[in-house]
C-alpha cells in the first residue's frame, strides 16, 4: 500500500521541479535578452552624445581660431544646419539615456551627474566662449562612468538575477533529494 503512495508522490515532485526549473530558464533568459538590448542601446546612444559633442567642440575650437573662413583654412566642411542636427541628436541621446537610468544606483546616477556636466560645459562652450578642455573632461568623465555602468549590467546578465538562481539552485536541490530518496525506497524494498 505505501509504494503505491510513495511512488507516484515522488515522480509528481520530481516533475514539477523540472517544470519550475524549466520555466525559471525561460524567464531569466528572455530576462537576460532584454538586459543586452539595454546594453545595446545604451552604447549607441551614449556613443552618439560624445561623438556629436567632439563634433561640436572641434567646430567651436575652429571658428574660434579661424573665423567664419574656416573652410578656406581648414579641412573641416560642417555647416549651421549639421551643427544644429548634431545639437539636436546629442540632446534626443541624452534624454533617452537619462530616462533609462536608475536612479538608485549609484554608477547609474554619477553617471546622470556626468552627462549634466557633460551638458552644462558645451552649453557654456558654446554661449560662454567656455574653454574646449572642460568639454574634453567631461567626456572622459562620461566616459569613464559609462564604461562602470556598462559593466555592471554585464556582470548582472553573467550572473542571472538573483531570485531566478535562487530558484534554480532550490528547485536542483529538491530534484535531487527526490531521486535520493526514490533510489533509497527502492534499494529498502529489494533488501
Not at 162 to 169: S, V
Request: with cysteine.
Amino acid at each position: 500500500m505505501q509504494d503505491s503512495f510513495f511512488v507516484p508522490i515522488l515522480t509528481l515532485i520530481i516533475t514539477s521541479v523540472v517544470s519550475v526549473i524549466t520555466i525559471t530558464l525561460a524567464k531569466e533568459s528572455k530576462i537576460s535578452e532584454f538586459r543586452k538590448a539595454w546594453i545595446d542601446s545604451f552604447v549607441e546612444e551614449l556613443s552618439h552624445i560624445l561623438a556629436a559633442v567632439k563634433a561640436l567642440s572641434v567646430f567651436i575650437d575652429t571658428i574660434r581660431k579661424y573665423g567664419k573662413n574656416y573652410l578656406e583654412q581648414t579641412c573641416l566642411n560642417m555647416d549651421e544646419k549639421l551643427v544644429s542636427e548634431l545639437r539636436y541628436k546629442a540632446s534626443e541621446n541624452l534624454y533617452k539615456i537619462k530616462l533609462k537610468l536608475n536612479p538608485a544606483d549609484a554608477d547609474q546616477s554619477n553617471l546622470k551627474c556626468s552627462l549634466d556636466e557633460l551638458a552644462q560645459a558645451v552649453n557654456f562652450l558654446i554661449e560662454f566662449n567656455g574653454e574646449l578642455l572642460d568639454v574634453q573632461r567631461a567626456i572622459d568623465d562620461v566616459t569613464i562612468k559609462g564604461n562602470k555602468v556598462l559593466d555592471n549590467e554585464w556582470e548582472k546578465v553573467k550572473k542571472g538575477e538573483t531570485w531566478f538562481c535562487f530558484i534554480r539552485y532550490a528547485a536542483i536541490s529538491i530534484f535531487f533529494l527526490a531521486i535520493v530518496f526514490l533510489l533509497l525506497h527502492f534499494l529498502l524494498r529489494s533488501l
